[in-house]
């Protein structure tokens, strides 16, 4: 089992530096951030982007792999997106994961003017988005017209450090989504089920996860692709249990027993930030950052 973190980009770079440096001296595998222009409780606070915090983090940095948990179509276009992939892979040295998913109807949805998408538009431009990105960050030249996005003898040349690609991490519960993540990704990201997030209990979640990944498995074998070989990635903090797993050593170790029996191979637990729903102790983060892996074995 994996352990990794979630920095959101809420710190000036100054105090941001720290933070990603920090997570590479706790032996975490990866440092993730949101990929959203602002986000619910921390709408009205600061909030920098993810791209290029991404790409100062590749500069203070050696070893950890980076990445977005998740950047969606919603603000974003493929084949711009596509370029700034290509230049952070190569920055980094090859330790970026795109985190990707079809995002929800919040702030992201509307900020630029828009009408938010109806779930089965946010699909339809889900699976655009991806097929479009696979061809983008593997071919040097290309050109494609579909409902929702378009390109032009697109070029990204030298394309990725990466090969073929760097890889996706797709976020999914749905049909149409776990396909993509079959056909497409290199892992698969759940936050567990949202429905239990105010209401479920620790067990309800557990199996609503051992679920999502049954289906997983389904979507893999109808086009001939073992699951095994496809990362599974939960980000915590979404589940009925919530912060509860980082009280403790023990608590986290217990929660993560659950989750990695069912099959989950990486668990990203939030850097705590104070007065939030991300709060936690640093010196129990820290002892988990460096304890527990060890101790699930």
């Known amino acids: 089992m994996r352990l990794s973190t979630v920095i959101l980009p809420i710190h000036r770079w ?6 990603w440096e920090g997570a590479e001296e706790l032996g975490f595998h990866a440092a993730y951030t949101y990929d959203h222009l602002s986000w619910r409780s921390f709408r009205d606070g600061p909030w920098f982007g993810a791209i290029p915090t991404l790409t100062a983090a590749a500069a203070v940095t050696r070893s950890m792999r980076l990445g977005t948990l998740v950047t969606s179509p919603n603000f974003r276009h493929p084949v711009t997106l596509a370029k700034e992939l290509i230049s952070l892979d190569d920055i980094s040295g090859g330790r970026v994961t795109l985190g990707i998913g079809a995002g929800g109807a919040g702030f992201d949805a509307t900020v630029l003017g828009q009408e938010a998408w109806s779930p089965g538009e946010r699909a339809d431009r889900f699976a655009e988005f991806v097929t479009l990105l696979d061809r983008l960050l593997t071919e040097d030249a290309v050109s494609y017209a579909g409902e929702h ?58 199996l609503a996860v051992e679920r999502q990944i049954g289906r997983l498995t389904e979507a893999c ?70 304890e527990a892996v060890a101790q699930l074995g």
């Open 149 to 206: 996005y378009s390109a032009d003898e697109a070029r990204n040349i030298p394309g990725c450090v990466q090969e073929p690609r760097l890889p996706f991490a797709v976020a999914a519960t749905g049909p149409r989504g776990l396909k993509l993540a079959a056909r497409y990704g290199q892992a698969w990201v759940t936050t567990g089920d949202p429905k239990l997030f105010e209401t479920g209990t620790p067990e309800q979640s557990v």
């Open 221 to 290: 074998a109808e086009i001939g692709r073992d699951v095994t070989g496809l990362g599974k990635i939960m980000l915590t903090g979404f589940t009925p249990d919530r912060a509860r797993p980082l009280d403790s050593v023990d608590a986290f170790v217990d929660f993560a027993g659950r989750y990695t029996a069912l099959g989950i191979t990486e668990l990203v637990i939030h850097w705590p930030i104070a007065d939030s729903d991300f709060a936690a102790d640093q010196a129990v983060f820290e002892k988990i950052a460096t």
């Open 14 to 19: 100054a105090k941001g530096r720290r933070v």
